[in-house]
Structures are given as C-alpha cells and as structure tokens.
C-alpha cells in the first residue's frame, strides 16, 4: 500500500532588525500546543507553487505580498507526522520584508481546518528558530 503525498509551502519570512536576522513565527492563541510555525498550508490541484504560497501567506497572516517579493525556492523536503499516514512534500520559500510590525494577531479566513483560528505573530532570531519551530519546519532555514 502507498502512503498519499500532500504537496505543502512553506514561508521563511526574513528581516535584518538591529544587526540581526529574523524570521516571521507565529502561535495558535487558543492552541499553544501546536508548537512554533512559519505561513505556510497545502498546494490546491493545479495551483501553482508560487501562487498557493502567497495564497497561504495571506490566508494565515493577513500579509498581501505579490511574486516579486519571494527571493527564491530553496528547496524541498519530505516530511511526515506520526499521526496521519501521509507524506507532506515540502517547498520552502525564502521572502524579504521589513516593513512589517513587530507583533500582530490574525483570524484565519480559509475553507480549510483553520477557519476561524487566531494566529499571533511575531520575529524571532532565524539561528534561534532553526531550532525552535514544530515539525521540522527549521531545518532549511538559512
């Protein structure tokens, strides 16, 4: 039997702030146990990868950014969690912005499971996240 593939984006949103480089994070408010994230969610079939991430990006952050914003691709994991039977075949996506505040909150607005979830987001040192973020989600971090 073959396990189902799920073609995932993430973002690393990056900044240069007081001689340090930082990378957008966020928590679930009412669900802190989901750990340490970056924007990010599944590819709709035919979307196009560069498309699906800025779509993600504004569905969980509220950030409208256009394709001349992401810097590059920098490439492609597999990752799979315990508990569901599935692979998620990761591309992470490497973005600049500085003019975005230190702190905010967002409401999800989707059609997927995150409806209505509240995202709060903030920076955190890239090498400090490398670490921290859930899921693997660090591990191509630059």
Known sequence: MSMKTKQKVLAYITRFNKGRHEVLVFLHRDHPEAGLQVPGGTVDPGEDLSEAI?????????????KAEIVSLIGE???????????????????HKND??????????????????????????????????????????P
Request: charged residues 25%.
């Open 77 to 95: 994991t597999d990752y799979q969690r315990k508990d569901i039977p599935e692979i998620n075949h990761r591309h992470y996506f490497l973005i």
């Open 100 to 141: 975005l505040p230190d702190t905010w909150a967002h409401t999800v607005h989707s059609s997927g499971a995150d409806d209505g979830l509240v995202f709060l987001y903030s920076w955190m040192e890239t090498s400090k996240a490398k670490t921290e973020l859930t899921g693997q989600m660090g591990e191509l971090l």
């Open 54 to 66: 800025l779509r993600e990006i504004f569905e969980e952050s509220g950030l409208k950014l256009d």
